[in-house]
């Protein structure tokens, strides 16, 4: 109704079938292709069927959007098997549009997050879901999905929480004497979206389950190719810690012109390189940092980046997305690397840069969601026994806490970020059959929910800075992935030569 649409009786059962962020997207399309009618039936909807089909990628409940498209009578089309050898689709790669930001942004940013989490969440099937408005005086048993806005201890050690939705706010009690429940819940962040099977009434909720919206897939994908992804980033050229020749080992033998014969030939199936942000070191990131650089000028960085990934042969497709230290702003979604800083960037035809973060589909259906990975910091901060027991040592297992969370950094003001128009791009949508994620300079797989989990290294020595906050790098490493087996490797370009690790 609030884009002047009605909907026939027939529209309107297809459409719930959707979530509600699903099925407002749809209806924002319709809108924007011009549609005169007022009256939504299936024969209009597809007679404007070829406009829509872009929406079988859109990020919002994807496997369901698939699944209105195939009630409508849709067939998706086969990719020819040759066509598929170095496929790069980009998915997605928002970017935030330049305009004035408003109280009225934030709040949309928030509301839209919480109702693509929450129809994750109802996926559930509770039969007693609430809404915080409807819980009335009389004790009873409730499931309810909120934002987590406050989290403290009590005098009598107890954990609560301050939680709301969008119709209300209330209290939840998670008591210490169920140490499971307590422990989960003590690790909550704020502004989470979980469920809570609770019992209580208005005043006061008393926590029996906490339910996580997980991204989850149900089993592992596989390509029928014989091909490697490879994933690095985190140059820091410009850097006089700028580890320059061990990154042209990396690409000599990426080129097949290094280590022994079955070294060479395991180079020539890598087909894909992730390259995930801080390519360069940056021009004033922080206090005195000209002293630590040998290149000046962000001009000067970018060209030394673009000379040496143009020695890489043409048939490796390049995915690289910024991080910090680019030529971008630092809120996040990040832009694209603009031409007028790394124009030889944009001379390569087998290059393709993406926003941060990013979601990309290669060969045998493969989506691999690129983050740069500023808000792992503060992720190590606020969760007790990451920081206690790993520290910045083990960077893959935060990753794993933004897959429990769908979201890739939940916290209000724990990084800087941008509302968008439309969503907020954080939110883990689709669910990727890989997650590559850099900033802690340290090369790992890892497993969660069928997938495939990876952090990449760097191509720089121990700054200061690291030294200051904790980071321990351990450079020139090369995570290796099969899309054919699912086999994992790590490559170690520190000496002469290359070393190969299996991690299978």
Same mark, same amino acid.
């Given at each position: 109704?609030?884009?002047?649409?009605?909907?026939?009786?027939?529209?309107?059962?297809?459409?719930?079938?959707?979530?509600?962020?699903?099925?407002?997207?749809?209806?924002?399309?319709?809108?924007?292709?011009?549609?005169?009618?007022?009256?939504?039936?299936?024969?209009?909807?597809?007679?404007? @069927?070829?406009?829509?089909?872009?929406?079988?990628?859109?990020?919002?409940?994807?496997?369901?959007?698939?699944? +209105?498209?195939?009630?409508?009578?849709? !067939?998706?089309?086969?990719?020819?098997?040759?066509?598929?050898?170095?496929?790069?689709?980009?998915?997605?790669?928002?970017?935030?549009?330049?305009?004035?930001?408003?109280?009225?942004?934030?709040?949309?940013?928030?509301?839209? $997050?919480?109702?693509?989490? =929450?129809?994750?969440?109802?996926?559930?099937?509770?039969?007693?879901?609430?809404?915080?408005?409807?819980?009335?005086?009389? $004790?009873?048993?409730?499931?309810?999905?909120?934002?987590?806005?406050?989290?403290?201890?009590?005098?009598? =050690?107890?954990?609560?929480?301050?939680?709301? &939705?969008?119709?209300?706010?209330?209290?939840?009690?998670?008591?210490?004497?169920?140490?499971?429940? @307590? #422990?989960?819940?003590?690790?909550?962040?704020?502004?989470?979206?979980?469920?809570?099977?609770?019992?209580?009434? #208005?005043?006061?909720? @008393?926590?029996?389950?906490?339910?996580?919206?997980?991204? #989850?897939?149900?089993?592992?994908?596989?390509?029928?190719?014989?091909?490697?992804?490879?994933?690095?980033?985190? +140059?820091?050229?410009?850097?006089?810690?700028?580890?320059?020749?061990?990154?042209?080992?990396?690409?000599?033998?990426?080129?097949?012109?290094?280590?022994?014969?079955?070294? $060479?030939?395991?180079? %020539?199936?890598?087909?894909?390189?992730?390259?995930?942000?801080?390519?360069? &070191?940056?021009?004033?990131?922080?206090?005195?940092?000209?002293?630590?650089? +040998?290149?000046?000028?962000?001009?000067?960085?970018?060209?030394? !980046?673009?000379?040496?990934?143009?020695?890489?042969?043409?048939?490796?497709?390049?995915?690289? *997305?910024?991080?910090?230290?680019?030529?971008?702003?630092?809120?996040?979604?990040?832009?694209?690397?603009?031409?007028?800083?790394?124009?030889?960037?944009?001379?390569?035809?087998?290059?393709?840069?993406?926003?941060?973060?990013?979601?990309?589909?290669?060969?045998?259906?493969?989506?691999?969601?690129?983050?740069?990975?500023?808000?792992?910091?503060? %992720?190590? &901060?606020?969760?007790?026994?990451?920081?206690?027991?790993?520290?910045?040592?083990?960077?893959?297992?935060?990753?794993?806490? %933004? !897959?429990?969370?769908?979201?890739?950094?939940?916290?209000?003001?724990?990084?800087?970020?941008?509302?968008?128009?439309?969503?907020?791009?954080?939110?883990?949508?689709?669910?990727?059959?890989?997650?590559?994620?850099?900033?802690?300079?340290?090369?790992?797989?890892?497993?969660?929910?069928?997938?495939?989990? !990876?952090?990449?290294? *760097?191509?720089?020595?121990?700054?200061?800075?690291?030294?200051?906050?904790?980071?321990?790098? &351990?450079? *020139?490493?090369?995570?290796?992935?099969?899309? #054919?087996?699912?086999?994992? =490797?790590?490559?170690?370009?520190?000496?002469?030569?290359?070393?190969?690790?299996?991690?299978?």
């Amino acid at each position: 109704m609030s884009k002047g649409f009605l909907l026939d009786k027939e529209m309107l059962g297809l459409l719930e079938s959707l979530t509600g962020e699903g099925a407002r997207k749809i209806i924002e399309a319709l809108g924007n292709l011009g549609v005169e009618e007022r009256i939504l039936t299936k024969k209009l909807f597809m007679a404007k @069927f070829e406009n829509l089909k872009h929406l079988l990628t859109m990020d919002e409940g994807d496997y369901k959007v698939k699944s +209105f498209f195939r009630a409508m009578g849709y !067939v998706e089309p086969k990719v020819a098997e040759e066509a598929r050898e170095g496929r790069v689709k980009i998915i997605s790669s928002k970017s935030f549009t330049p305009r004035k930001i408003g109280v009225s942004d934030f709040v949309n940013h928030y509301r839209s $997050r919480f109702e693509v989490l =929450k129809g994750v969440l109802e996926l559930g099937g509770y039969d007693d879901l609430t809404s915080l408005r409807k819980l009335g005086f009389d $004790r009873g048993n409730y499931t309810v999905i909120v934002s987590v806005v406050g989290k403290r201890i009590t005098k009598n =050690k107890n954990l609560l929480l301050e939680v709301e &939705d969008l119709t209300g706010n209330s209290v939840v009690l998670v008591n210490q004497n169920r140490p499971k429940l @307590f #422990k989960k819940a003590s690790e909550l962040l704020l502004d989470d979206i979980v469920a809570f099977r609770v019992s209580g009434n #208005k005043d006061m909720l @008393f926590a029996d389950e906490l339910i996580f919206p997980e991204a #989850k897939l149900k089993g592992k994908r596989s390509s029928d190719f014989e091909e490697y992804v490879a994933f690095s980033g985190d +140059f820091h050229a410009g850097s006089t810690m700028f580890l320059e020749e061990n990154l042209r080992r990396f690409v000599k033998w990426l080129n097949g012109n290094l280590g022994s014969e079955e070294e $060479r030939n395991l180079a %020539m199936k890598v087909r894909y390189l992730f390259l995930l942000g801080d390519s360069v &070191d940056g021009v004033g990131h922080y206090l005195g940092q000209e002293k630590h650089l +040998f290149e000046k000028t962000i001009l000067g960085q970018y060209e030394k !980046v673009s000379d040496i990934l143009k020695l890489i042969r043409d048939d490796v497709q390049i995915i690289m *997305c910024p991080g910090q230290h680019d030529a971008v702003w630092v809120g996040e979604p990040q832009p694209v690397i603009p031409k007028k800083y790394a124009p030889g960037l944009y001379e390569m035809e087998n290059l393709h840069l993406v926003a941060n973060p990013a979601t990309v589909e290669i060969d045998g259906g493969f989506k691999v969601l690129m983050y740069h990975g500023a808000s792992i910091n503060r %992720m190590i &901060d606020e969760l007790p026994e990451i920081r206690t027991k790993f520290g910045h040592l083990n960077p893959s297992r935060v990753v794993k806490e %933004m !897959v429990k969370r769908r979201h890739l950094a939940p916290t209000h003001g724990a990084m800087d970020y941008i509302p968008c128009e439309k969503g907020d791009p954080l939110v883990i949508s689709p669910v990727p059959d890989i997650i590559a994620t850099a900033d802690q300079h340290r090369a790992e797989f890892n497993e969660k929910n069928n997938i495939t989990l !990876v952090t990449s290294s *760097c191509w720089q020595s121990m700054t200061p800075f690291e030294e200051k906050v904790g980071n321990v790098p &351990d450079p *020139c490493k090369v995570p290796l992935l099969n899309l #054919k087996t699912r086999e994992k =490797k790590i490559l170690d370009f520190s000496g002469d030569g290359v070393e190969v690790n299996d991690e299978s």
